[in-house]
Protein backbone atom coordinates (compact mmCIF):
# COMPACT_ATOMS: atom_id res chain seq x y z
CA UNK A 1 0.00 0.00 0.00
CA UNK A 2 1.55 3.36 -1.10
CA UNK A 3 2.54 5.64 2.01
CA UNK A 4 1.33 8.39 -0.21
CA UNK A 5 -1.78 10.17 0.88
CA UNK A 6 -4.40 12.18 -0.43
CA UNK A 7 -7.08 14.01 1.57
CA UNK A 8 -9.45 14.60 -1.54
CA UNK A 9 -13.15 15.70 -2.90
CA UNK A 10 -13.83 14.63 -6.22
CA UNK A 11 -15.31 18.09 -7.44
CA UNK A 12 -12.52 20.58 -5.80
CA UNK A 13 -10.43 22.31 -8.21
CA UNK A 14 -8.13 22.37 -5.58
CA UNK A 15 -7.54 18.54 -5.46
CA UNK A 16 -8.16 17.99 -8.72
CA UNK A 17 -5.22 19.85 -9.61
CA UNK A 18 -3.34 18.06 -7.10
CA UNK A 19 -4.42 15.28 -8.83
CA UNK A 20 -3.68 16.21 -12.11
CA UNK A 21 0.51 16.90 -10.42
CA UNK A 22 1.08 13.57 -8.88
CA UNK A 23 -0.63 11.40 -11.96
CA UNK A 24 1.96 13.58 -13.91
CA UNK A 25 4.59 12.58 -11.97
CA UNK A 26 3.46 8.74 -11.60
CA UNK A 27 3.20 9.07 -7.73
CA UNK A 28 0.46 6.51 -6.21
CA UNK A 29 -1.15 7.60 -3.90
CA UNK A 30 -4.53 6.86 -1.61
CA UNK A 31 -7.48 9.09 -1.85
CA UNK A 32 -9.51 9.10 1.22
CA UNK A 33 -12.67 11.19 0.17
CA UNK A 34 -13.98 14.19 2.18
CA UNK A 35 -17.37 14.96 1.13
CA UNK A 36 -17.48 18.76 1.30
CA UNK A 37 -21.69 18.45 -0.08
CA UNK A 38 -22.13 17.16 3.95
CA UNK A 39 -19.49 19.03 5.78
CA UNK A 40 -17.02 16.79 6.15
CA UNK A 41 -14.52 19.02 6.10
CA UNK A 42 -15.74 20.30 9.53
CA UNK A 43 -15.76 16.99 11.04
CA UNK A 44 -13.21 16.48 13.98
CA UNK A 45 -11.18 13.88 12.36
CA UNK A 46 -10.66 15.98 9.35
CA UNK A 47 -9.95 19.13 11.27
CA UNK A 48 -7.23 17.05 13.28
CA UNK A 49 -5.55 16.58 9.76
CA UNK A 50 -6.36 20.59 8.49
CA UNK A 51 -7.54 22.98 11.03
CA UNK A 52 -8.61 24.77 7.87
CA UNK A 53 -11.17 22.47 7.05
CA UNK A 54 -10.09 22.13 3.69
CA UNK A 55 -8.95 20.14 1.35
CA UNK A 56 -7.22 19.19 -0.53
CA UNK A 57 -3.92 17.50 1.95
CA UNK A 58 -1.22 15.70 0.90
CA UNK A 59 1.03 13.60 3.18
CA UNK A 60 4.49 12.64 1.34
CA UNK A 61 7.60 12.20 2.81
CA UNK A 62 6.61 12.34 6.22
CA UNK A 63 5.18 15.80 5.99
CA UNK A 64 1.01 16.72 5.53
CA UNK A 65 0.91 19.57 3.63
CA UNK A 66 -1.75 21.92 2.77
CA UNK A 67 -2.75 24.28 0.19
CA UNK A 68 -2.66 23.07 -3.18
CA UNK A 69 0.24 25.62 -4.53
CA UNK A 70 2.04 25.31 -1.80
CA UNK A 71 2.23 21.29 -2.24
CA UNK A 72 2.41 21.31 -6.16
CA UNK A 73 6.10 23.79 -5.44
CA UNK A 74 7.18 21.06 -3.00
CA UNK A 75 6.44 18.25 -5.91
CA UNK A 76 8.41 20.20 -8.50
CA UNK A 77 11.03 20.55 -6.00
CA UNK A 78 11.42 17.64 -4.62
CA UNK A 79 10.80 15.58 -7.44
CA UNK A 80 12.10 17.90 -10.47
CA UNK A 81 8.94 17.94 -12.06
CA UNK A 82 8.83 20.98 -13.85
CA UNK A 83 5.85 22.62 -13.06
CA UNK A 84 7.72 26.16 -13.02
CA UNK A 85 10.38 27.68 -15.56
CA UNK A 86 13.92 27.75 -14.41
CA UNK A 87 14.36 31.94 -14.78
CA UNK A 88 12.92 34.12 -12.36
CA UNK A 89 11.22 36.56 -15.30
CA UNK A 90 9.51 33.18 -16.62
CA UNK A 91 9.24 31.35 -13.00
CA UNK A 92 7.19 35.08 -12.01
CA UNK A 93 4.81 34.94 -15.35
CA UNK A 94 4.02 31.32 -14.61
CA UNK A 95 3.13 31.67 -11.13
CA UNK A 96 1.07 35.14 -12.48
CA UNK A 97 -0.80 33.09 -14.61
CA UNK A 98 -1.75 29.73 -12.14
CA UNK A 99 -2.47 32.84 -9.73
CA UNK A 100 -5.09 34.49 -11.59
CA UNK A 101 -7.30 31.09 -11.48
CA UNK A 102 -5.95 30.11 -8.09
CA UNK A 103 -6.21 33.36 -5.87
CA UNK A 104 -8.75 35.30 -8.57
CA UNK A 105 -11.10 33.03 -9.73
CA UNK A 106 -11.20 29.89 -8.12
CA UNK A 107 -11.42 31.40 -4.44
CA UNK A 108 -15.14 32.76 -5.27
CA UNK A 109 -16.43 29.71 -7.11
CA UNK A 110 -16.02 27.34 -4.39
CA UNK A 111 -18.85 25.26 -2.88
CA UNK A 112 -19.15 27.07 0.32
CA UNK A 113 -18.94 30.65 -1.19
CA UNK A 114 -21.47 29.59 -3.63
CA UNK A 115 -24.06 28.57 -0.69
CA UNK A 116 -23.94 31.88 0.98
CA UNK A 117 -24.43 33.56 -2.24
CA UNK A 118 -27.57 30.94 -2.46
CA UNK A 119 -28.74 31.77 1.43
CA UNK A 120 -28.61 35.73 0.53
CA UNK A 121 -31.15 34.96 -2.46
CA UNK A 122 -28.87 34.20 -5.43
CA UNK A 123 -28.45 31.65 -7.37
CA UNK A 124 -25.30 28.97 -7.98
CA UNK A 125 -25.50 29.38 -11.88
CA UNK A 126 -25.56 33.07 -11.77
CA UNK A 127 -22.92 33.78 -9.66
CA UNK A 128 -20.58 31.04 -11.48
CA UNK A 129 -21.23 32.36 -14.90
CA UNK A 130 -19.95 35.86 -13.67
CA UNK A 131 -17.23 35.41 -12.10
CA UNK A 132 -15.79 32.75 -14.12
CA UNK A 133 -16.65 34.38 -17.34
CA UNK A 134 -15.11 37.96 -15.87
CA UNK A 135 -11.69 35.92 -14.78
CA UNK A 136 -11.51 34.38 -18.03
CA UNK A 137 -11.72 37.60 -19.97
CA UNK A 138 -8.52 38.59 -17.86
CA UNK A 139 -6.56 35.49 -18.09
CA UNK A 140 -6.99 35.49 -21.83
CA UNK A 141 -4.86 37.94 -23.06
CA UNK A 142 -2.68 36.92 -20.73
CA UNK A 143 -2.00 33.59 -22.58
CA UNK A 144 0.18 35.43 -24.84
CA UNK A 145 2.57 33.33 -27.13
CA UNK A 146 2.49 29.86 -29.71
CA UNK A 147 3.58 27.32 -26.86
CA UNK A 148 1.28 24.30 -26.71
CA UNK A 149 0.18 24.96 -22.94
CA UNK A 150 0.49 28.26 -21.15
CA UNK A 151 3.76 28.99 -20.52
CA UNK A 152 6.21 26.40 -22.61
CA UNK A 153 6.23 23.21 -24.44
CA UNK A 154 4.92 20.73 -21.40
CA UNK A 155 2.35 21.32 -18.45
CA UNK A 156 3.22 23.69 -15.92
CA UNK A 157 2.11 25.23 -12.59
CA UNK A 158 -1.11 27.42 -14.69
CA UNK A 159 -1.97 24.70 -16.79
CA UNK A 160 -2.71 21.97 -13.82
CA UNK A 161 -4.77 25.36 -12.28
CA UNK A 162 -6.31 26.55 -15.72
CA UNK A 163 -7.76 22.95 -16.84
CA UNK A 164 -9.91 22.35 -13.43
CA UNK A 165 -11.06 25.40 -13.71
CA UNK A 166 -12.35 24.99 -17.33
CA UNK A 167 -14.10 21.76 -16.23
CA UNK A 168 -15.70 24.18 -13.82
CA UNK A 169 -16.85 26.66 -16.38
CA UNK A 170 -18.23 23.79 -18.41
CA UNK A 171 -20.38 22.09 -15.90
CA UNK A 172 -22.17 25.48 -15.59
CA UNK A 173 -22.13 26.36 -19.11
CA UNK A 174 -19.64 29.32 -19.73
CA UNK A 175 -19.60 30.35 -22.79
CA UNK A 176 -15.88 29.91 -24.12
CA UNK A 177 -15.87 31.25 -27.43
CA UNK A 178 -14.83 34.12 -26.59
CA UNK A 179 -11.59 32.38 -24.96
CA UNK A 180 -9.86 30.38 -27.72
CA UNK A 181 -6.75 30.01 -26.00
CA UNK A 182 -8.26 28.77 -22.61
CA UNK A 183 -9.95 25.84 -24.57
CA UNK A 184 -7.25 24.79 -26.37
CA UNK A 185 -4.87 24.50 -23.76
CA UNK A 186 -7.94 22.62 -21.87
CA UNK A 187 -8.26 20.55 -25.08
CA UNK A 188 -4.24 19.73 -24.99
CA UNK A 189 -4.56 18.86 -21.50
CA UNK A 190 -7.26 16.60 -21.39
CA UNK A 191 -6.06 14.31 -24.25
CA UNK A 192 -3.05 13.94 -22.22
CA UNK A 193 -3.58 10.18 -19.95
CA UNK A 194 -2.32 11.21 -16.74
CA UNK A 195 -4.95 14.61 -16.67
CA UNK A 196 -7.82 12.87 -18.20
CA UNK A 197 -7.34 9.82 -15.21
CA UNK A 198 -7.52 12.78 -12.67
CA UNK A 199 -11.04 14.24 -14.00
CA UNK A 200 -13.76 14.42 -11.57
CA UNK A 201 -15.80 12.03 -13.14
CA UNK A 202 -12.89 9.07 -12.95
CA UNK A 203 -12.42 9.84 -9.01
CA UNK A 204 -15.54 10.16 -7.80
CA UNK A 205 -16.68 7.92 -5.47
CA UNK A 206 -18.65 4.19 -6.77
CA UNK A 207 -16.59 5.72 -10.39
Known amino acids: ?7 DYWRSSSAYRVRIGLNLL ?9 DLTSSGQRAPDHLKVNPQGLVPV ?8 TQSLAILEYLDETRAAGFLP ?5 RARARALA ?5 DIQPVCNLRVAQHVVGLGGTTEDWMHHFITLGFQGLEPMLTGDTPFAHGQNPGLADLCLHPQ ?14 PRIAAIADR ?5 QVAA ?3 DRVKPGA
Open 1 to 7: MTDVILH
Open 166 to 179: VYNANRWGVDLTPF
Open 86 to 90: KAPAE
Open 58 to 65: LEIDGLRL
Open 99 to 103: MAVAM
Open 198 to 200: AHP
Open 189 to 193: MEAIP
Open 26 to 34: GIAYRSIPV
